[in-house]
């Protein structure tokens, strides 16, 4: 699938007719507002007017969160730019922000200013610590945030430090992808209430409550804080990731035994074995299986479990991802402005979802967002010569 700039398609998602203010931030705010364009809502980015005017503009055209959104320039410490912003929200469903707690309200665009324009605004807000705690002032960032939430401390291998999941599961598990699940709630609520709301998305909030299934594992006693000796965190011999002998990788999630039974009778270890889930044997098995991949090279391996039920997959770097047959098959990743990334998802099956162009430069619809907010050509001069928008 290959979408351009001058694509005549028009964008039919389940959003199609939403309208959502986005005032710019970092990481979740941009990556929900970029969930909810491609479902289909007309998200328009408020940027910096310094930062459309200045040299950060030719670096933006690739900042993928920001795909299928229009983006306005303003200047959010002049009063006329704080009205314009005021004057969108009069006019939209939703409006998000990512400041920390207390800045919008100072800048003159908090919740209560906003709904008083209008009362049916979704407004939602991204942090992470949250709106209130003794925390919820003071700077922090997704490795942070996973660590008080008891997210980062199981994940790595025994005797080892915890590893950080690079930042996907608080900056966009638990925080953008969190908010955009609350916006639609909120919005779908609203259309039957008439009044809107505040969602308040933080993510430790987000974060913690990703590992429901684990603490659940814990109550029943099938889960240890003993980090690697678990059935998901790399202690049993199953569930891992083995090198193989020209040091690419394969991933191995055996868990049921049917499907052990056949991974064992591939890699042809299938003879006399412990019981799979006595755990005093599995260090021994890991060694087995860790030596019988070394024999091999990823593509051989690849091909011995090609179309089996033995859930093994080669691990794939995300240069390579792009181009697994399946990922072809099912369109998962697109081309866009000549730019390869991840399509939309979930799919739907009558309301198709579409990227519908790439990310715009900072303040690339400036000037027509103005007109449709009403402010003709000379107020719109006059308001470039001010510096209010750019």
Request: proline content about 7%; glycine content about 14%.
């Amino acid at each position: 699938m290959v979408l351009t700039t001058g694509s005549k398609r028009k964008t039919v998602g389940p959003l199609q007719g939403v309208s959502i203010v986005e005032v710019a931030s970092i990481g979740p705010g941009p990556f929900c507002g970029m969930m909810l364009a491609d479902l289909g809502a007309d998200v328009v980015r408020v940027d910096r007017a310094d930062a459309a005017a200045g040299p950060v503009v030719g670096g933006s055209s690739l900042d993928l969160m920001n795909r299928g959104k229009r983006s306005i320039g303003i200047d959010l410490k002049d009063p006329a730019g704080i009205e314009i912003v005021l004057r969108m929200a009069e006019r939209a469903d939703g409006l998000i922000e990512g400041f920390r707690p207390g800045v919008a309200e100072r800048l003159g665009v908090g919740p209560d200013v906003c709904r008083e324009r209008n009362p049916r605004l979704v407004y939602g807000r991204m942090t992470g610590w949250g709106q209130e705690g003794p925390l919820s002032t003071l700077a922090g960032h997704d490795i942070n945030y996973i660590a008080l939430s008891g997210v980062l401390y199981p994940i790595g291998r025994a005797d080892e430090p915890p590893v950080p999941p690079l930042n996907l599961v608080g900056d966009f598990g638990g925080g953008g992808m969190l908010l955009a699940l609350g916006m639609v709630a909120g919005l779908f609520e609203a259309r039957g209430s008439r009044v809107g709301q505040v969602v308040d998305a933080a993510m430790i909030d987000g974060s913690a409550l990703l590992t429901t299934m684990v603490h659940g594992m814990r109550a029943m006693g099938l889960w240890s804080d003993r980090r690697g000796s678990n059935l998901l965190d790399t202690g049993a011999p199953f569930y891992e990731v083995y090198e193989t002998s020209d040091g690419g990788f394969m991933a191995v999630g055996a868990i049921e035994p049917q499907f052990y039974a056949r991974f064992l009778e591939l890699l042809e270890l299938e003879g006399d074995q412990p019981d799979q889930l006595d755990a005093q044997h599995w260090p021994v098995m890991k060694h087995r299986i860790a030596a019988r991949f070394k024999t091999r090279t990823r593509k051989e391996w690849e091909a011995r479990f090609a179309g089996t039920d033995a859930c093994v997959a080669p691990v794939l770097t995300m240069g390579e991802a792009p181009n697994h047959p399946h990922h072809k098959a099912r369109q998962t990743f697109v081309e866009v402005g000549g730019v390869t990334q991840p399509g939309p998802a979930p799919r739907f099956s009558r309301t198709f979802s579409r990227v519908s162009g790439p990310p715009p430069v900072a303040g690339q619809h400036t000037d027509q967002i103005l007109a449709e907010l009403g402010f003709d050509e000379p107020e719109r001069d006059s308001l470039h010569r001010a510096g209010v928008v750019s």
